[in-house]
């Protein structure tokens, strides 16, 4: 039986309710973090906590708790699920009240989080996708619960017997339907540049961050919809699944049809850090 936390209190996940009057469930009105534990360590945590804060800052709510109240909360929550690797959502929402656009006043926020076992099996051997125009709002750098459009998207992926959809804008690649986006071209690394289309993710900014570090050839720019069509490699990245790399672009092979090399060099940075990570040796 796992162990939530909701609005200052820890209970058995089967205890946690919220009211129907809540605006997440009635507008969607609220915000969300997904975040790994590795070994009990919080991953990027201040950098999560500063996304959490942009997202409110962007639906106009006030942050419920400091970032020193979120550790010891975040924290309380791993310790209270057995430490070990585990993937934490947490979510706020504007809180309950009558059913009214506009936002209530003296209302108190809801504040949940809970904490899952992190899936032991990573996506080393590649995925299929599809492309698919971006039918999203034009806040996509907001971390919103309004997730709609991305169900709408993954599911269409799922029956095209793909694992992402690839979202397109104007001809331009934005992200997946939750995931950040990387090209390689020319042996060139390439990731859409931060905007209000896409979602500012902290596994996208780490591989930036280690492929800098690493002297591999990255570059934040505008990635045309016909680059990756044709592009030698492509990977997918989200705090749960890391680097993913994609083989098969609507239903044609991407390079050879398997992991590349720049991959390999990117997941390998990627994986040296997540064990420092687990050893307490980075956050």
Known sequence: ??????????CPIEQACVSVLDRGFLFGDGVYEV???????????????ARLDNSLAGIRLDNPHSHAEWDDLLNGLVDRNGRGDQVVYLQI?????????????HVRPTVFAMSNPLPSHRSTSGVKAITARDIRWDLCNIKAIILLPNALLRQEAVEAGATEAILHRDGMVTEGAASNVFVVSGGEVATPPKSAQLLPGITRDLVVELLYEARVPCDERPVPLQELRGAEEIW???????????VEL???????GCPGRV???ADGLYQDYKRQVREGGAD
Request: negative net charge; proline residues 7%.
């Open 263 to 265: 991959w390999e060099i």
């Open 35 to 49: 975040l790994p534990a590795y070994g009990g360590y919080l991953f990027r945590l201040d950098a999560h906590l």
């Open 250 to 256: 609507d239903g044609r092979p991407v390079g050879n």
């Open 236 to 246: 997918i990245t989200s705090s749960s699944r890391e680097l993913v790399p994609v």
């Open 1 to 10: 039986m796992s162990v939530v936390y909701l609005n200052g209190d820890f």
């Open 93 to 105: 929402t504007r809180g309950a009240a009558a059913r009214d656009h506009a936002f209530p006043a």
